[in-house]
């Protein structure tokens, strides 16, 4: 065997997890458009109810939830989509590489690029809200543990529609049921938290739920893009 | 015994087994349905506190539980599927997700149509179990969806598979977070499952009822896995030789 094609695992999840990155970055429409969705629709919200400041801060963590959510969904077949049409995929799945550790880096890339963006620009809305800032401080904590999970899920829903065309609405549709003990304590950790309850709880859940997705997702996802591609 | 489930996962003779069975399912379930919708509906006394309108529970709880029940059925088969590669079993998965599916619904309104005079409303967000069976039911038909998407029949089975079981493994996690959830709603709590015993005059027509219905989805999921092993199999020579027979 030649020495040069000998690359440790871990090097090879770097770097696809660099080279994920920067093909994110070099494509900023990919990310901004889902962005742009998000901003939009969450603040075209208040046009559509009541605008009192109690009605505002009482919805807008669910409002600002469900619509994260959304938005997340339409760049979940980003994962893996570009990779599978100029044929980069074959190639990572024939590799001699974990395949894995590869999906995980991928995932990863894939937060970097898309959840934090949104996590960034979720205290704006949470202001446009009438949010206290200490909630909008939970309201990132319970994102940044939400959106992971909502990548890890994701990239299994993304893989097994690798096979169909315009699979957007469809891996949405399979993944949101599985995705809704993530919407409720998302969402009503903060509730609770407006309401004077600790927020420790819901950390507690959004935190274990990332735990338990890392161990199932990457290992369902490879398994479902050997069976698409083949 | 090992022979026996050998055999068993060879459509051949499945479909012969099957085709034996399914009367005798057919003819046991409806006595055992004619019997528990008789005495739950006429003879079994009316409930003190609900009156007449708890005998919708003959049909609410068995299709409550045969919608669990197919859930876990369709799980069991896809592993057998995605682990033994047999083929049956990705078939049983295919025929019992509709019926899943209706079951559940079945449920859903049944549930309702008991919430009316009940709580006062058709939809009561703070019971946990009518909204996970909700869920139960957007689960099911994500399956029947991603099923008709995949045109390659192959594919399909084994994807699908893997949805069902990330499903199933999160089923334990979506219930607990919709009771969590619905625990911080208040003044719904007031029909409770369990509360008061419930009388042998009742029980007995609801178990009739439980595996009356559970036999009747047997004879239907085999119906339904016939048809599936038929259309699969159209190619292969045995059906060939059975439709020639069947002509004569």
């Not at chain 1, 959840?115 to 979720?122: N, Q």
């Not at chain 1, 919407?183 to 938290?193: C, S």
């Not at chain 2, 994807?159 to 996690?173: C, E, K, T, W």
């Amino acid at each position: 065997m030649n020495k040069t094609s000998e690359l440790s695992a871990t090097k090879a999840t770097f770097a696809m997890f660099r080279r994920d990155c920067l093909h994110y970055f070099h494509k900023p429409s990919q990310i901004f458009n889902p962005l742009l969705f998000f901003f939009m629709v969450t603040a075209a919200i208040p046009f559509a109810i009541d605008t009192s400041e109690f009605q505002l801060s009482l919805l807008g963590p669910g409002l600002i939830w469900i619509m994260a959510i959304l938005s997340y969904m339409l760049t979940l077949n980003q994962l893996y989509s570009d990779d599978l049409m100029d044929g980069c995929l074959d190639y990572i799945v024939m590799s001699r590489q974990p395949l894995p550790l590869l999906i995980l880096a991928k995932i990863c890339a894939h937060w970097v690029a898309s959840g934090i963006p949104l996590i960034l620009i979720s205290p704006i809305l949470g202001m446009i809200f009438q949010m206290q800032v200490d909630t909008i401080l939970v309201m990132i904590v319970t994102l940044i543990f939400g959106t992971f999970a909502l990548s890890l899920l994701g990239s299994i829903g993304a893989s097994i529609t690798i096979s169909i065309n315009n699979s957007n609405i469809l891996t949405s549709l399979i993944i949101l049921p599985i995705a809704i003990p993530i919407l409720i304590f998302g969402a009503r950790t903060i509730v609770l938290y407006q309401t004077g309850i600790s927020a420790l709880s819901g950390f507690y859940f959004l935190s274990a739920y990332c735990m338990f997705a890392l161990s199932f997702a990457p290992y369902a996802s490879a398994s479902a893009i050997k069976i698409g591609l083949d | 015994m090992w022979l026996f489930f050998h055999k068993l996962a060879s459509p051949k003779y499945f479909y012969s087994i099957a085709t034996n069975f399914i009367p005798w399912l057919f003819v046991l379930g409806a006595i055992l349905m004619f019997f528990g919708i008789i005495n739950g509906l006429f003879f079994a006394p009316p409930d003190y506190q609900q009156g007449d309108a708890f005998r919708i529970i003959y049909v609410h709880v068995p299709s409550a539980y045969l919608s669990m029940m197919i859930y876990v059925l369709m799980a069991i088969t896809s592993i057998v599927g995605l682990v033994w590669r047999i083929k049956l079993a990705h078939a049983v998965t295919v025929s019992a997700a509709p019926i899943g599916a209706w079951f559940t619904l079945l449920a859903l309104i049944t549930g309702s149509i008991w919430g009316r005079p009940m709580w006062g409303t058709w939809w009561e967000w703070g019971d946990p179990r009518l909204t996970s069976e909700l869920l139960m039911l957007f689960l099911y038909l994500g399956y029947i969806a991603l099923r008709a998407a995949i045109p390659d029949n192959n594919k399909a089975d084994k994807l699908s598979s893997i949805l069902i079981l990330i499903g199933a493994i999160n089923i334990p996690i979506i219930h607990f977070s919709v009771e969590w959830w619905t625990s911080l709603h208040q003044g719904s709590t007031l029909l409770k499952s369990g509360g008061p015993a419930i009388a042998t005059s009742m029980l007995y027509p609801l178990l009739a009822m439980i595996f009356g219905l559970s036999i009747y989805f047997c004879g239907l999921l085999l119906t339904r896995i016939k048809a599936e092993v038929l259309n699969r199999e159209k190619h292969t020579r045995w059906i060939k030789e059975m439709i020639r027979k069947d002509a004569k």
